[in-house]
């Protein structure tokens, strides 16, 4: 089974809700940011930022709405993988100028502030601030095995969830390590 299938189910096939309560809004936040995080795919060497066409495409499935800034989508992608642990801070913390202009709203509904984006990038940005104001982004993680590198949302109650998959990356990495303390020397 491809590790990819396997990684968007919960590692014990409950949903969210078994082990922290979030509603459908911040459940399409998570599928969503995720959906962004994981348009590169180290797996199968694609990024679908590396195309202008295919970047579009995706926003428009993804978000119903257009976004023509290909070059800031993968800055604020690559910056947001590095945060949630993939691969060292080769750059400053500080945002890069073709991002420092971001796409994100807020507006006054009945009272209640609701954040929102004028472009695709912008429902991106959108929703991963919402996680973050929740306190969920430290639950946004990157698979540590290096031909995998997919971004997961960690459901596991003491969130020391490690591997995209247990039953795929996890085990992988498992099976590597028994050959190596078995190998004869």
Not at 21 to 31: H, L, M, Y
Not at 76 to 100: E, H, K, N, Q, Y
Not at 104 to 121: F, K, M, N
Request: proline share 6%; charged share 20%.
């Amino acid at each position: 089974m491809n590790s990819k299938a396997v990684a968007a189910v919960a590692p014990n096939g409950l949903s969210a809700a078994a082990s922290e309560p979030v509603g459908p809004d911040t459940e399409q936040d998570i599928d969503l940011l995720l959906a962004f995080l994981n348009t590169t795919d180290t797996e199968t060497g694609t990024d679908v930022l590396r195309d202008a066409e295919q970047w579009q495409q995706w926003c428009l499935e993804h978000t119903g709405q257009a976004s023509v800034d290909t070059t800031a989508a993968r800055e604020i992608r690559d910056l947001m993988r590095t945060s949630v642990g993939c691969g060292p801070m080769t750059t400053p913390r500080s945002t890069p100028p073709s991002t420092a202009q971001w796409p994100v709203h807020v507006r006054l509904e009945d009272g209640v502030p609701i954040t929102s984006g004028i472009d695709a990038l912008g429902v991106v940005l959108a929703a991963a601030s919402r996680i973050a104001i929740t306190g969920r982004w430290h639950r946004v993680k990157i698979c540590p095995a290096t031909n995998c590198l997919w971004a997961f949302y960690d459901r596991s109650r003491n969130r020391s969830r490690t591997w995209c998959s247990m039953r795929v990356c996890g085990n992988r990495e498992k099976a590597r390590s028994w050959r190596e303390r078995h190998a004869p020397n």
